[in-house]
């Protein structure tokens, strides 16, 4: 087996043998059921679409990733287990790539038990499936990006809490970066290509794009980009912090 | 010393590479929104891939042209559903853009109220709606102009003054399957150098007679607005020239074979023709029997042709059609419904044709009706259509009751068939004169399909089924539609005079999906509220009849006094009443408490079923693991 399938599968058994992974499931599905009927009105809209459903997953991760992500490296360097994990036969890398896929397929997990609502709308009426695949999808890499932003900012501190709240911080402005009030507010001060190039670093633009049901390979891009990016970085801040 | 200057370097190294990565990272993704890569529609109606036709006319522009989409962005904050239909919209005048070759250029403009860009979104016609947030009014057209060759939108070629303009003047949502269709109708007629040729062949006085100062029929001038039309004289018809975008034929009548050979020749290479045939032309001013002795029954016919199409028509068959009958004024003052002279509405018009899709209602007067010949390969698509309560009723019979039209309706027994008044007919049509094998250029069959789009009345173009005269303040006749005959014409026109490209662009499915479960609960409610009150109208109108009976012992007594009897009446009829009124309130109850129920169910099995499997299935793995380490423990 890979190095990084290995730290991939030991990450992901750590996750299911403490309640931690159950109570992140079980409020990752009714916050995701409660926001998709109450604040996104699915039933008496009356629409045969998930548009309720995947709008709010921005939000959703907000709150859910950065929780996921802070243990990260935050508890292995507080634990002390950093050291022992850097003395086994594998690069920086490869354990950073493997803590990600491992919390990045969980969130896939996540994303899987949400299907009854997908079967309810397709009970209700006859929704564009294909649409349907292409929200997860982008949902299922905002999520990622958002991982690898709280994986390399759990390497920058040893606060699981700090980690957290810088997490929440980075993917909240990635948010509100592509918000047409936001966007409204720099009109006026920026000029309209620095504002279009911001509107182009939106997250939230990327996902809607790809939610539609056209999978554009610039809105891939982005986000592979982003994944590759903060990963990088993490790699980097780890060697930063073992140079003395 | 050394070696601390090596760490230094080290860690500076590393800040260079995550300022660099930064750096990196923001130029991939600025520069990657520039790049034209692939892309994958997984839409079940490809709603995001242009169809061939658009691709062929996007690619195939002669002239650079510019596109400006004014778009009220800050008055429809509170207007998602015009932001979604926005989105689309942009979305594929990007996808044109994009596939160009840098002939179009697209702008989106905001057009705030009290600025210069809305002058120019009304300066272009562009239609504003009403009820933008705090009131504004909101703008969404399009407008499309030509540009000088090689001219550039952005630098500086603004001042010279464009060519040509075309609007779409509201992207109106009830019309999203379309969307495609307008808008590469636009890009068309904007590449266009000059109005499209169309040819006619009358033996009706559709282009009125100067001679004696008749005026031609407002159909006809409508049509010369936008095209230029030829009259081609079917005695010396021997072929139809190419730069010919559409034939209109109208009320053909002893057309020479030459005629009718041209035109056979004319469909199978590609041209696009329609038909006017009339079983009773009211407007056909022959005599009856003229001085020869030749009688005339005012119908008309293609037969040779179309047999030769696959087509069933009849000239001797009127449809009736009492359920969509227009009153009209007879001789004698009065008035009566007169079941040949039709109102068609929107539900005999076919709603995914582009040609039929937004008119509201079609008059006609004595009708015929298409059908298709057994075994032929071509397809009939209805663009107007009777309702089921129609009749066909021999020709004859509709001439003879001209003053009496109720006569019609003696012995009257519905058919139960939607028959087929206009239609598209699509095949491989093959020539209707095989034995003319030997002429030059002649062609025995068309390549793939061909279309043609046939009419089975001509009174329809007259301006007395859809034109009304109003005498205007300065005494100028001011002409108003009281039905779209006229744009029904205009519509087949374009569409006809369109590239072949324009015409394979058919209407998209709309992406509005509503939940059908919820509507067929809502439907099986109406009607159980319905019969419900269906019941209570039925008791109501037996309490009166008890009631009206009871009256004279009323009348005999004093007038202010009732019987015992319709006291009783009265208050049986009161309290059933109220039973009643509780029956269709638990009617309407019981079919909210169900939709609200099955929402109940969804909302349980969505936010509570699963997360309860998946806590049941923690704890249960859970146990097991503690279970194990016990065991091993001991």
Same mark, same amino acid.
């Given at each position: 087996m890979s190095p990084i399938a290995a730290v991939t599968r030991r990450e992901l058994r750590s996750y299911f043998v403490t309640p931690v992974a159950y109570v992140f499931l079980v409020i990752f599905l009714v916050l995701s059921g409660i926001l998709t009927f109450y604040a996104g009105d699915f039933y008496d809209r009356?629409?045969?679409?998930l548009q309720p459903f995947f709008v709010m997953h921005p939000w959703l991760y907000l709150v859910l990733v950065p929780a996921v992500s802070m243990r990260m490296w935050a508890e292995e360097a507080k634990g002390g287990t950093l050291e022992l994990l850097m003395s086994l036969p594998l690069t920086l890398a490869q354990a950073m790539l493997g803590k990600f896929l491992a919390a990045w397929i969980f969130i896939g997990l996540a994303l899987v038990l949400t299907f009854p609502i997908w079967i309810t709308v397709n009970y209700l009426g006859s929704p564009d499936n294909g649409v349907i695949v292409a929200g997860y999808l982008g949902s299922w890499l905002m999520a990622g990006a958002f991982l690898a932003i709280g994986a390399c900012l759990s390497a920058v501190t040893q606060s699981q809490v700090v980690a957290f709240v810088l997490t929440l911080v980075v993917c909240f402005l990635l948010i509100l970066v592509g918000q047409p009030q936001v966007m409204e507010f720099f009109q006026g001060a920026l000029p309209r290509k620095l504002v279009n190039a911001l509107a182009h670093l939106s997250m939230v633009r990327h996902f809607e794009a790809i939610s539609r049901g056209v999978l554009d390979l610039r809105d891939l891009m982005y986000f592979l980009a982003t994944m590759a990016a903060w990963l990088t970085a993490g790699v980097l801040t780890l060697d930063l912090k073992r140079t003395p | 010393m050394s070696l601390k200057r090596i760490h230094i370097t080290r860690r500076a190294v590393l800040l260079a590479a995550l300022a660099a990565l930064a750096a990196l990272f923001v130029v991939v993704v600025l520069t990657s929104s520039r790049w034209r890569m692939g892309r994958v529609d997984l839409t079940s109606d490809q709603l995001y891939t242009l169809t061939p036709g658009t691709v062929h006319i996007v690619d195939g522009l002669h002239a650079p042209l510019r596109l400006t989409l004014y778009f009220s962005s800050h008055a429809t904050r509170d207007m998602p559903q015009w932001r979604s239909y926005e989105q689309r919209v942009a979305e594929m005048l990007q996808e044109m853009v994009a596939r160009s070759h840098g002939r179009l250029r697209l702008q989106i403009v905001d057009p705030v109220p009290y600025s210069d860009d809305e002058a120019s979104a009304e300066g272009y016609g562009l239609t504003p709606i009403n !009820? *933008? &947030?705090? !009131?504004e009014r909101v703008f969404f057209g399009l407008v499309g102009n030509t540009l000088p060759a *090689? *001219?550039?939108?952005? &630098? *500086?070629?603004?001042d010279r003054l464009p060519k040509r303009v075309q609007a779409i003047p509201l992207f109106d949502p009830s019309r999203e399957t379309f969307l495609e269709y307008d808008i590469a109708k636009l890009l068309y007629e904007l590449d266009q150098p000059s109005k499209p040729h169309i040819g006619l062949i009358s @033996?009706? %006085?559709?282009? !009125?007679n100067p001679v004696i100062g008749e005026e031609p029929w407002t159909v006809m001038r409508q049509l010369a607005q936008q095209f230029d039309v030829k009259s081609l004289d079917p005695a010396r018809l021997k072929q139809i020239d190419g730069d010919i975008k559409a034939l209109l034929v109208i009320h053909p009548k002893h057309l020479p074979v030459d005629a009718q050979y041209a035109i056979d020749q004319y469909v199978l290479n590609g041209g696009h023709l329609v038909v006017f045939v009339d079983p009773v032309a009211e407007m056909d001013n022959t005599p009856f029997v003229d001085s020869n002795g030749v009688t005339d029954d005012h119908n008309s016919n293609l037969s040779r042709l179309f047999s030769a199409w696959g087509v069933l028509y009849d000239p001797q068959k009127v449809v009736l059609d009492r359920s969509r009958a227009l009153r009209i004024e007879l001789a004698d003052n009065s008035s009566s419904n007169h079941p040949a002279m039709l109102g068609l509405g929107q539900q005999e018009l076919n709603h995914d044709d582009v040609i039929t899709a937004s008119l509201q209602r079609i008059n006609v007067s004595s009708v015929g009706y298409f059908d298709l010949a057994q075994g032929t390969l071509s397809r009939l698509t209805p663009l107007l259509q009777s309702t089921t309560d129609a009749e066909v009723v021999p020709s004859q019979r509709v001439r003879e009751s001209? =003053? =009496? %039209?109720?006569?019609? /309706?003696?012995n009257y027994k519905p058919d139960n068939i939607h028959y087929v008044i206009a239609a598209r007919v699509r095949g491989p049509f093959t020539s209707a004169f095989p034995e003319r094998s030997n002429d030059k250029g002649y062609r025995a069959r068309v390549d793939g399909n061909a279309e043609v789009i046939l009419v089975?009345?001509?009174?329809? /173009? @007259?301006?007395?089924l859809w034109v009304s005269y109003a005498q205007s303040l300065l005494g100028q006749p001011q002409l108003s539609a009281i039905a779209n005959n006229g744009d029904l014409v205009t519509n087949i026109a374009d569409n006809l005079s369109g590239s072949s490209a324009l015409l394979s662009i058919h209407g998209r499915v709309s992406s509005q999906r509503p939940f059908t479960r919820v509507l067929a609960l809502r439907g099986a409610a109406d009607q159980k509220f319905l019969a419900k009150m269906q019941e209570l109208q039925r008791e109501l109108t037996v309490t009166r009849t008890r009631l009206s009976e009871l009256q004279p012992a009323k009348t005999s007594g004093r007038s202010d006094s009732t019987t015992p009897e319709q006291r009783a009446e009265i208050e049986q009829f009161l309290q059933r009443q109220l039973e009643v009124n509780k029956e269709l309130r638990d009617v309407q109850h019981q079919f909210n408490a169900e939709i609200d129920a099955l929402g109940l169910r969804l909302k349980f099995i969505n936010i509570v079923l699963i997360p309860v499997l998946v806590t049941l299935f923690g704890l249960l793995y859970g146990w097991r693991r503690s279970r194990r380490s016990r065991r091993k423990r001991a």
């Open positions: 009356n629409q045969a679409d | !009820g *933008g &947030t705090n !009131g *090689g *001219g550039d939108a952005d &630098t *500086g070629d603004e @033996s009706l %006085p559709v282009q !009125g001209i =003053n =009496n %039209p109720a006569a019609l /309706l003696d089975a009345d001509t009174d329809l /173009l @007259s301006d007395r």
